[in-house]
């Protein structure tokens, strides 16, 4: 269904530069979202994530020095894997509001589908502070320029900012920290109606 | 301005008798805030506590067992308070709307200065997941309280239920983060604006 990343290269000179290779950095990629958001950064370790990708020791030095490194590198490729998926989704002509609920509901698909998302980016405020702040940094921008874009279309109100993309990025990411981590007992239809709805009308009970 | 509440007896057993041993608790307790705060669960020593709080080492143990006890503890506290100052700033008569907008200015201010506790709540996700879990399903509960309240009012809408008491604490959490922790170049004023227009109406345009 979605796209995958070419994986960002981690470390200057160090890029992949076959086909072979960015599928063996993938699998490297993968493989740490698995170690990683089962274990935690400080139990993963490097032998775990090239057991788990079926890769020799050394093949993970060809492209990461250090734990830290691949760890800094996941938070990377977890974000432009979310920011793809969304971008995906909003594929065609929309409504700016349709544009807002289907890339919630694309967020919460990919995070149902990888859950290890949450703990691997919230892990990073403490192991990797400055990809952490990037990810919700670029996100939160991203929503503003559809505000912006919905603003200039008409469909949504003038005014707008920087604020209001931060409160959409905050509703966005605790419904997926309820209804995809936590539990899954609600549709994501359900979930982005009662986002949407908000984003739509508020919550008073409109007059008349 | 805000009242400090009793702290949260730690163990059974081991609750303060007398008004000094509260006052000590609390001092071991905002102390613990502040070497939790600055160091994070796994540099933070007991030593470093007591020395904060100017006690001797067995005073520590008079209310707690160890390190992980203060800080499961210390969760509930900063638990207890955002909470406390939310109930205080409600005090007397309000729309519906105003009390969401109330409460948010209450929690932006408490955040600006206890910094701290972004990083003690969010480290409790890997340190003491359930406390993590319990601070966060008791909030959208009492979020979800108000919108019961404000629908029964006839001031929100009807139809209002857990998701949107999520979407709006995902929402206040977020302009915490990135208006009181990250940065203060906004006012809470313009914050709390920004949050209240949009459970006013959305961010669409009103026909009309």
Known sequence: MTTVPTPV???SGKEPR?????RTLRKL?????AEFGEKGFHDA??????????TALGTFYTYFDSKDEVFRALVNDMSDRVRMVAREALAGEMTALATERAALAAFLGFARDHKEIYRIVDEAEF???????RHYETTAQ???????????SGEFREGLGEAHAWAIMGMNVF?????CIWSEDASIEEITEA?????????????G
């Open 9 to 11: 290269p981690p470390s």
């Open 18 to 22: 076959t086909e072979r290779g960015r």
């Open 29 to 33: 990629l993968d493989s740490a979202a």
């Open 45 to 54: 370790s490097i032998t775990g994530i090239t057991s788990r990708a079926g």
């Open 127 to 133: 192991v990797d502070p400055a990809s952490y702040r």
């Open 142 to 152: 991203r929503i503003g320029e559809r505000l912006r874009k919905g603003g200039e």
């Open 175 to 179: 419904l997926g920290l309820r209804y």
């Open 195 to 207: 986002a949407a709805s908000i984003l739509q009308k508020g919550i008073t009970r409109q007059p």
